[in-house]
């Protein structure tokens, strides 16, 4: 019983000493990577520093130095939305790096994605990034100047939005009264059309009024001669008839 606890005793620590061994082996594989990094870095090869920051970064991914070497070389060769998002990871654990006494490395992270943020226009980022790299390095004066040029590209960028909107607000307008006076221009031509055809229908009506009016005079004059040259006729008969019995008695 006492060997078979040895035997694991011993397992254990074998397993632990492999274990500090590795662990010792990846942190000399991270520091030479980090080493040669900062050396390729130093001599301006930022695409070489960067390949040598990603080596330390596949044995360590938590390394905090190479992730933030790997920001500053993307950064360098203006590789903005792949620098923005080492820094990112490093500023959701501020708190822990300003614990740490890294306050430097953190302002300077914020002060690179200040400048991001102006490179993309986002003056409003821009601004708060610089607030935040001030409040950890108070006498950053590159920092201050950069700030207060964010400021001021800002309230040029908002002014520029509300002039915008306001010639967009007065184009609609126009745009809404032209609309109207065409409708009401069209309104107007349907009523004028709608009042020719009234006036051209009033006027057959009229036309057809007055023509059997006169249809009618004519029929009625046309009767009344009738009669009337009936009646000379009768009347002529009958002298005729009154002459012949004249003549008659004479006889």
């Given at each position: 019983?006492?060997?078979?606890?040895?035997?694991?005793?011993?397992?254990?620590?074998?397993?632990?000493?492999?274990?500090?061994?590795?662990?010792?082996?990846?942190?000399?594989?991270?520091?030479?990577?980090?080493?040669?990094?900062?050396?390729?870095?130093?001599?301006?090869?930022?695409?070489?520093?960067?390949?040598?920051?990603?080596?330390?970064?596949?044995?360590?991914?938590?390394?905090?130095?190479?992730?933030?070497?790997?920001?500053?070389?993307?950064?360098?060769?203006?590789?903005?939305?792949?620098?923005?998002?080492?820094?990112?990871?490093?500023?959701?654990?501020?708190?822990?790096?300003?614990?740490?006494?890294?306050?430097?490395?953190?302002?300077?992270?914020?002060?690179?994605?200040?400048?991001?943020?102006?490179?993309?226009?986002?003056?409003?980022?821009?601004?708060?990034?610089?607030?935040?790299?001030?409040?950890?390095?108070?006498?950053?004066?590159?920092?201050?100047?950069?700030?207060?040029?964010?400021?001021?590209?800002?309230?040029?960028?908002?002014?520029?939005?509300?002039?915008?909107?306001?010639?967009?607000?007065?184009q609609d307008k126009n745009e809404d009264q032209e609309n109207k006076d065409d409708q009401q221009q069209q309104d107007q031509q349907q009523q004028q059309q709608d009042d020719k055809k009234e006036n051209k229908t009033q006027q057959e009506q009229q036309q057809n009024e007055q023509m059997s009016r006169d249809n009618a005079q004519q029929m009625l004059d046309a009767f009344l001669q009738d009669e009337k040259d009936t009646q000379e006729k009768v009347k002529k008969?009958?002298?005729?008839?009154?002459?012949?019995?004249?003549?008659?008695?004479?006889?």
């Open positions: 019983m006492d060997k078979m606890r040895r035997i694991r005793k011993s397992m254990i620590w074998m397993g632990a000493l492999l274990f500090c061994s590795g662990a010792v082996f990846a942190q000399k594989a991270e520091r030479k990577n980090v080493r040669e990094g900062n050396k390729l870095y130093g001599n301006e090869k930022f695409t070489e520093s960067e390949i040598a920051y990603r080596k330390s970064l596949e044995v360590n991914p938590r390394s905090v130095e190479g992730t933030y070497n790997l920001g500053n070389a993307l950064y360098k060769q203006k590789k903005f939305p792949e620098a923005a998002e080492q820094y990112q990871l490093l500023t959701g654990i501020a708190e822990k790096m300003a614990e740490t006494e890294e306050e430097a490395r953190l302002a300077n992270i914020f002060h690179n994605l200040g400048d991001i943020s102006m490179q993309n226009k986002e003056y409003d980022k821009s601004v708060e990034a610089f607030k935040q790299s001030l409040r950890l390095n108070p006498a950053d004066d590159e920092t201050r100047y950069n700030l207060a040029l964010a400021q001021k590209l800002l309230e040029n960028q908002q002014n520029e939005n509300q002039d915008q909107n306001q010639d967009q607000q007065n008969a009958q002298a005729q008839q009154q002459q012949r019995r004249k003549t008659d008695k004479e006889w």
